[in-house]
């Protein structure tokens, strides 16, 4: 399953994505960059009150680069957002929801893909082809968020090269735009807003939902977390208790060795 494999990938970064600056006064418009621990500590207290700027690895400091800086707020908020579609698709696919119809010409059903058990073995339950498709699909999209041309093209920078952490370019900005040395293919979605709709916040709207991604991502991080782990037995307070559908793989090894052995015969 893609929401739990992807899972795996969850880093801590105690960040936000919205610069000092615009918590100091409303009337700035919300700035993405941070580069040093003032700023840091201040956007911790806006996402948190009670708990502020909480460390325990000291991985900022006086010291601390900009460069680090950026690289962990882009990885908290990727992985927040990643623990937050794990979390959804956990709950859909242990619910038994899936889509109608055949996977696949050879007759695999996505219900025969669902009936297969825990979110956990209906991954395992899928064709290989199908597994190899959302893992190169990811490394594509992986490809597109961390290539400094397709941010170029779309008037940003990388996130260590004082670009926006969390910024994922949309695919008009490079794809079939007509400019030279672009891919000639159509390809007009923004998947961070396709609907358009964050373009027509306000300033203080954007604040707001800005800190409230950081904090959702978060807490999606530690409820996936806790559904892998209640599905594997072990006593999550509130989840051990839900009687969900147990799962005998390993999380961490996403292609089992009858996959790995289909993959080289």
């Known amino acids: 399953m893609l929401s739990t494999s992807a899972v795996a990938l969850t ?43 909480w460390d325990p690895l000291s991985i900022v400091d006086s010291d601390v680069s900009p460069e680090t800086i950026g690289w962990f707020r882009h990885a908290e908020i990727k992985h927040g957002r990643v623990a937050m579609a794990a979390f959804v698709g956990y709950c859909v696919q242990a619910n038994g929801i899936h889509f109608p119809g055949l996977l696949d010409k050879g007759g695999v059903s996505y219900a025969d893909i669902s009936a297969a058990g825990s979110p956990g073995d209906q991954w395992d339950a899928l064709p290989l082809a199908g597994k190899l498709q959302i893992i190169g699909a990811i490394g594509i999209l992986e490809f597109i968020g961390e290539n400094s041309e397709f941010l170029e093209a779309n008037g940003q920078k990388h996130y260590v090269r004082g670009g926006k952490p969390g910024y994922y370019p949309p695919f008009n900005g490079y794809i079939n735009n007509g400019a030279p040395n672009t891919i000639p293919h159509p390809a007009p979605l923004n998947l961070f807003d396709p609907a358009g709709l964050t373009a027509k916040l306000s300033p203080e709207r954007k604040e707001k939902a800005l800190l409230a991604e950081i904090n959702n991502g978060r807490l999606a991080m530690i409820g996936i977390m806790g559904l892998l782990s209640a599905s594997k037995g072990l006593i999550v307070p509130g989840l051990d208790s839900l009687g969900l559908a147990q799962y005998g793989g390993e999380y961490m090894a996403p292609l089992t060795s009858a996959t790995t052995a289909a993959l080289y015969s």
């Open 11 to 53: 880093a801590y970064a105690p960040t936000s994505m919205i610069a000092q600056s615009s918590l100091v006064t409303r009337s700035v418009p919300a700035k993405m960059e941070i580069t040093d621990k003032a700023g840091m500590e201040s956007l911790a207290v806006k996402l948190n009150p009670s708990l502020g700027f």
